[in-house]
């Protein structure tokens, strides 16, 4: 199979460096193509997803994502910016669906802000709508009548969208322990209001999954409160930014969770939740168990390599298990001693 | 002064009898007109804000409200619910900014999900815009060309609102510690980006406050890792509906927490963060506390008696310290033996 690598900027290519080391021990039959991703392709191509990594990608089985995101881009006008290209790809390659799985490792109770007793309750999945909402409805400036400067964005799903989601969080529940909870804002937003009634819709065909509803500002409070009540939420691409971001952390350092964005043909982006974290870049000091994931939730979901996948990740819970840190965990480990001990356990 | 009463629904008519007792027993030169608001003025009256209680809210000098929710109107067309009132009151008598303060009240370090040595730290304001955003622009159903159903939601602000809450979040920071966080999507949204824009220039006017920005997704993570770290946080209406009632949580119980929803002449609506809690509403178990504070907020933003919120302010957490704690603190205390300890304090 062939994998394209965006390594990206910041931190990314030193933990993508790290992933493909754990890659390489596993001794599967893939070929590689690193491409240009961001900041550091505006700066050698002039856009951040060139033509020519974009064909790549379109050509590959998987993609394997380090992160985007270059302050020294931040003046450019919107479509040059780094995080363009990861909406681009999202958007190009129709990766509609975005899995976050949270669980807190264990050993890292005292990485997560929240007791011990409430962290340790955390395994659930947040499946993210990518494609639709806020993020790619019309949008612009304006100015009004009375001369007064205006920003819009229109919020939108219909309900093709709706139900392809929909069926990836009662997929994903039914694999689990059967409990989907819908996240959205229907008693103010009609988005949210369609979103629900398709959702109901399609419960009628997985009468195995429990459905409940919940509005987001309460979902915000119980992912604090007792994260341990969810299985897998299913939620539309802003409040799955925020609400999968704040699952995170709850879980923890942000530097041990990966992600999946898929198609509906089983081809995905994978890439861990952090940033570029420019000002850690170059130092050694990045935690890679976030990339080193990702690789293995693209040996399961988008090669059919499921148990290598589970013996990555039972390596790196096992190295973690045994104490290796990075500094975003308390310990002193670099980028590469993480691997090696990832690769120890292998 | 007149004080409009809306009880609501719910747990709202008890935990606003405490609060009522309270101002009764400080001897204050107020007069109260009660209307009913919510679920309980449909059911009467045939809509969530009648236009009896709307004429009394214009008239009032200060509002001090309850909650609204009553399953019983679920199925009701969303012109018709009960929050339909709470949003009503906001925008007709132009109350654009909604104050939130959250802090850990000494004592309840085991109300919070975070760890005691991360909650104690808690001591924001969260500066919510109310007027504007996805709330009120277009929105609507409709069906494409291809037959889809679809839902839209316009979201915009134009540079007047915006400047108009950048202000009072800038002022309230600058009679805090200074320093104030916008919360946008400025990477996606072109809302957000104008938002971004106005509060820039906004800032010249402050030159004694700090100013910096944060991602609406990293702050949800922020608020979870460090909450110590924010002072005054100003953002729209849509993510201030999420991160406030996160905020809330990393506090403790949402049983404890005031709002204030102002217009710019210093009229407000002042409420509990709580909602209508229809699961133990009528038994007594509600925290009267929140209800209670809201009150102090409106004898000082409203009334011009700081002194007398001070004294209430200062009674609840004496009694809270003194051990006084009713079901959601892990209690067993009747709101009306809430409401009693609190007066003893007095
Ligand atoms: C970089 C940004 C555009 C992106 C998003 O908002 O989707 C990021 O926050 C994410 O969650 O992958
Ligand atoms: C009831 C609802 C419409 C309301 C809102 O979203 O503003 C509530 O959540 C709040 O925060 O006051």
Known sequence: ALIALLPGDGIGPEVITQARRVLDALDLDLTYEEVPVGGVAYHTLGHPLPESTLDVARRADALLFGAVGD????????????????LGLRKHLGLFSNLRPATLFEGLEDASALKPEV??????????????????????????PDGAREGYDIMSY?????????RVGFETARKRRGQLCSV??????????????VVIEVAADYPDVTLSHMYVDNAAMQLVRNPGQFDVIVTGNLFGDILSDQASMC??????????????????????????????????K???CAAILSAALMLRHSLGQAAAA?????????????????????????????????????
């Open 184 to 197: 959205d804002k229907a008693n103010v937003l009609e988005t949210s209001q369609l979103w629900r009634d």
């Open 286 to 288: 990045a935690n890679p």
């Open 119 to 144: 962290a340790r309750q955390i395994d659930l999945v947040i499946v993210r709508e990518l494609n639709g909402d806020v993020y790619f409805g019309e949008k612009g400036r304006r100015v009004r």
């Open 158 to 166: 219909d309900e093709h969208e709706v139900r392809r989601i929909a």
């Open 310 to 346: 589970d013996r990555i990740e039972a390596a790196v819970a096992r190295a973690i298990r045994d104490g290796a840190r990075t500094a975003d965990l308390g310990g002193t480990m670099t980028t590469s001693a993480m691997g090696d001990a990832v690769l120890g356990v292998l």
């Open 251 to 284: 879980a923890g350092s942000i530097g041990m969770l990966p992600s999946a964005s898929l198609d509906d043909a089983g081809k995905g982006l994978y890439e861990p939740i952090h940033g570029s974290a420019p000002d850690i870049a170059g130092q050694g």
């Open 71 to 86: 302050p020294t881009c931040d003046n450019l006008e919107r479509s040059l910016r780094p995080e363009q290209a990861i």
